[in-house]
C-alpha cells in the first residue's frame, strides 16, 4: 500500500515531476511530460505497478529529510544498526533531456543498501522488454525507452531490476535513469555529479531573483520553487499538480487529474510570480494564457493540456486499485467540457492585472478580451457548473455572476483608465445592472449573507472573494455578515470547508476535506476586514499543516489529520504566497485587487 500523502516529496524539471517517498521509493512519474501516461504508478496501485526503491536493508531507526535551500534537491538521511546514509535525488534543468539522478552517499559505518526499479509504461500495466547495451540497462515499450546506469552490478528477479550493495563512509554511488523516445539514438551518458552541481547553481539562481522580504521567507521560497517546478517550460503553463486520482477523502470517489493548466488560477498565478519579481514567468503564463484561450468565446474552456491542447477525454484505469484503495482512478478531465462562467471574470482580471504591472502588451490581448466581454453581454444571466465543478444541474451561482461583474469592471476601467477603445457606457451601465441583481437575489437578508446561488441558504467559501475582487467594501455590513456566517458554519478545526456537507450541489457523495485555498482566502478576508491577528493566527495555522519538506496539498482531512488531495497542489502554494504577501506589508495583492485596479502600482508596490 503506497505512503500517506504527506510522506512524499517533490523533484521535478520544468517538463514532468516525479514524488520521492520517505522510504526512498519513487512511486509516481510520467513521461516525456506532466499529463504523459506514468511509467510509475506505485502511488495508485502497487509496486508492481511501477517503482523505483533506493532503501538500507532492514528497518531503519531513523529517517529525515529535506530540500536543499533554495533548491528542488532532495536530502534523505536515513540511520540504521550498522550506520548512516544520504540518498540525494534530483531532476536536472535540461532542455534536450530527462534524467533523475539519484546518489546514495555513505555517512557513518557500512549499510547494506538494496535497488528496486519496476518499470511499467501505460500507468502500471506495459511491462517493457528489457536489455542490455554497453553496461546500461534498457526498457522498451511503444514510444519510450529507459536507460539505467549505475557502477553497482544488477540483475533480474521476477520482472525486477534488483542491486544489493553495501555502502561505506565517504563512498558515493550514482544510479542516473534517462528517458527517451525509442526510436531516436540514445543520448550521452552524463555525469552525475557535474548534473548534480549543475541543477543547484540553477535553482538557486533562479531562487535568487526573488523580491519577497518579510517574516515568512523560508515558506514563501519553497511555494515559489513548487510553483516554477509545476511549470511547463516549454509553452510557460503551469500545471494544478503533477498528479491524478489522490482522493480528497480516503476511499472515496472524488478523485481527479490535476496534471492540466486552470484558466481560473491565472490573476492568482500572476500576483504570486509579480509580487514575488518574476516577470518573466508572469510573461510566458500571460502568453500560454492568451493562446490557449483563443478561439470563439462560447468555446472558453476551464482547463486545457500544458501546450493549450483542449481534448482532455475523462477515462477510469480499472487496473489500479487508487490510492489507499480510493477508487477509480481517472485520466482526463471532464471538467473541460463545463460552461463555468467564472473564468470569464478571471481571464478578463488576469490580463487587466498584467495591464497594470506595466508587462508589455500582445497586440491581439485587448481585442481578445472585448470579444469575451460581448460574450458576457449575452451570457452573463445563463445557469453555469461553477466554481466547484459541478457534475449535477447548471445553477445560478452567486460567485460566477460576481466574476461576470468583475470581467466588465475591469473592461470599463480599461476604458476609463487605459483610455482603451470600447462600449464603456454599455458596460458600465450592465455592470450596475450585475451588481443590482447579485444584492437582489444572491443575498439573504435574514441570515445578513451572501448565498451559493440564487434563491437558496446555502453558503459557499467561495463567496470570500467577494471583498478581494472589490464587489464591496471589506467594511460593508453584508460581506461582514458573510464573512461572520462562513466562519460560524463552513471552519472545521480552523480550516474552511467549501460547502456543508449536507448540500449535496454537486450530485457527488458529500465526504471530503477542508479546502487549503479557501483557508488562505479566508486569513485575506479577515486581513482586509482590519483583523490582522486573527489573519496571521490563521495563516500560522495553515503553515503548520505542510509536511516535513514544506509541501501542500489541495485538502486536509482534520479528523485523519491528513493531507488529502493531488499533491503538490499549485494553488495552495500559489494563495501561500500571496497570503504572505498580504501579511508582509500593506499594499498586498487582496489589497491591491480589491480597490478594482484604482491605482497603477509601482514597481515598489509590487515588491515585497
Not at 529535506?66 to 540511520?79: A, C, F, P, Q
Not at 502500471?124 to 526498457?139: C, I, K, Q, S
Not at 516549454?234 to 492540466?260: H, K
Not at 491542447?309 to 482526463?332: A, M
Request: hydrophobic fraction near 40%; glycine fraction near 8%.
Amino acid at each position: 500500500m503506497s505512503s500517506h500523502i504527506e510522506d512524499y516529496a517533490l523533484i521535478g524539471n520544468m517538463r514532468t515531476a516525479a514524488l520521492v517517498a520517505r522510504d526512498g521509493s519513487i512511486d509516481w512519474l510520467c513521461v516525456p511530460q506532466f499529463d504523459s501516461p506514468a511509467c510509475f504508478a506505485a502511488l495508485l496501485g502497487r509496486h508492481s505497478n511501477g517503482h523505483f526503491q533506493l532503501a538500507p536493508i532492514g528497518r531503519p531507526r531513523a529517517t529525515r529529510r529535506r530540500y536543499r535551500d533554495h533548491t528542488l534537491i532532495l536530502e534523505t538521511e536515513i540511520e540504521t544498526e550498522g550506520g548512516a546514509v544520504r540518498v540525494i535525488d534530483c531532476m536536472p534543468l535540461w532542455l534536450e533531456r530527462l534524467d533523475v539522478v539519484r546518489i546514495v552517499e555513505g555517512l557513518r559505518g557500512r549499510v547494506p543498501m538494496r535497488m528496486e526499479l519496476v518499470m511499467r509504461f501505460g500507468y502500471g500495466v506495459v511491462t517493457p522488454w528489457v536489455h542490455r547495451v554497453d553496461g546500461a540497462l534498457l526498457a522498451t515499450a511503444g514510444p519510450d525507452t529507459i536507460e539505467l546506469r549505475t557502477p553497482v552490478a544488477i540483475r533480474g528477479e521476477r520482472y525486477t531490476t534488483v542491486a544489493d550493495f553495501t555502502i561505506a563512509r565517504g563512498q558515493r554511488v550514482p544510479f542516473v535513469l534517462t528517458h527517451f523516445a525509442s526510436h531516436l539514438p540514445r543520448p550521452v551518458p552524463i555525469d552525475p555529479y557535474a548534473a548534480l552541481d549543475q541543477t543547484e547553481l540553477a535553482w538557486r539562481a533562479w531562487c535568487a531573483q526573488s523580491t519577497y522580504e518579510g517574516r515568512w521567507e523560508k515558506a514563501v521560497s519553497r511555494s515559489l520553487v513548487v510553483l516554477k517546478a509545476m511549470t511547463y517550460a516549454p509553452t510557460g503553463g503551469i500545471v494544478a499538480a503533477p498528479t491524478t486520482s489522490l482522493p480528497e477523502m480516503i476511499g472515496g470517489v472524488r478523485n481527479w487529474d490535476y496534471r492540466y493548466c486552470w484558466l481560473r488560477d491565472a490573476t492568482f498565478m500572476l500576483y504570486a510570480l509579480l509580487l514575488a519579481g518574476y516577470r518573466d514567468e508572469a510573461r510566458a503564463w500571460r502568453e500560454w494564457l492568451l493562446r490557449a484561450a483563443a478561439g470563439r468565446p462560447q468555446d472558453l474552456q476551464v482547463l486545457y493540456g500544458v501546450a493549450g491542447e483542449r481534448q482532455l477525454i475523462e477515462l477510469e484505469l480499472p487496473w489500479l486499485p487508487g490510492f489507499r484503495r480510493s477508487t477509480p482512478v481517472r485520466i482526463g478531465n471532464r471538467a473541460a467540457t463545463q460552461f463555468q462562467l467564472d473564468v470569464y471574470g478571471e481571464v478578463v482580471d488576469a490580463f487587466s492585472l498584467a495591464r497594470s504591472a506595466g508587462l508589455e502588451q500582445n497586440a491581439d490581448a485587448w481585442a481578445f478580451q472585448r470579444v469575451l466581454l460581448e460574450f458576457l453581454e449575452s451570457n452573463w444571466d445563463q445557469p453555469d457548473n461553477g466554481v466547484w465543478e459541478i457534475r449535477g444541474e447548471r445553477q445560478h451561482f452567486t460567485h460566477s455572476k460576481v466574476m461576470a461583474w468583475c470581467a466588465l469592471d475591469r473592461g470599463v476601467q480599461a476604458v476609463e483608465r487605459m483610455h482603451l477603445e470600447g462600449p464603456v457606457r454599455r458596460w458600465r451601465a450592465l455592470r450596475d445592472e450585475v451588481h443590482a441583481t447579485i444584492c437582489k437575489r444572491g443575498f439573504d437578508a435574514r441570515k445578513n449573507t451572501f448565498v451559493q446561488r440564487f434563491g437558496s441558504r446555502d453558503l459557499d467559501a467561495s463567496l470570500l472573494q467577494l471583498p478581494l475582487v472589490g464587489f464591496l467594501p471589506p467594511s460593508d455590513t453584508r460581506i461582514q455578515g458573510t464573512i461572520a456566517a462562513i466562519e460560524r458554519e463552513l471552519v472545521v478545526d480552523g480550516l474552511v470547508m467549501r460547502y456543508l456537507p449536507s448540500n449535496r450541489i454537486d450530485g457527488l457523495p458529500p465526504n471530503e476535506g477542508a479546502f487549503l485555498p479557501c483557508s488562505f482566502w479566508l486569513a485575506d478576508a479577515l486581513a482586509l476586514s482590519g483583523r490582522k491577528a486573527d489573519a496571521v493566527a490563521l495563516f500560522e495555522r495553515l503553515l503548520t499543516l505542510r509536511n516535513d519538506v514544506g509541501l501542500l496539498s489541495e485538502e486536509y482531512d482534520c479528523r485523519r489529520r491528513r493531507l488529502v488531495g493531488n499533491f503538490p497542489q499549485t494553488l495552495t502554494h500559489v494563495a501561500l504566497v500571496n497570503t504572505a504577501c498580504n501579511l508582509s506589508r500593506r499594499g498586498g495583492p487582496s489589497e491591491h485587487r480589491s480597490r478594482g485596479m484604482e491605482d497603477r502600482p509601482s514597481q515598489r508596490n509590487l515588491r515585497s
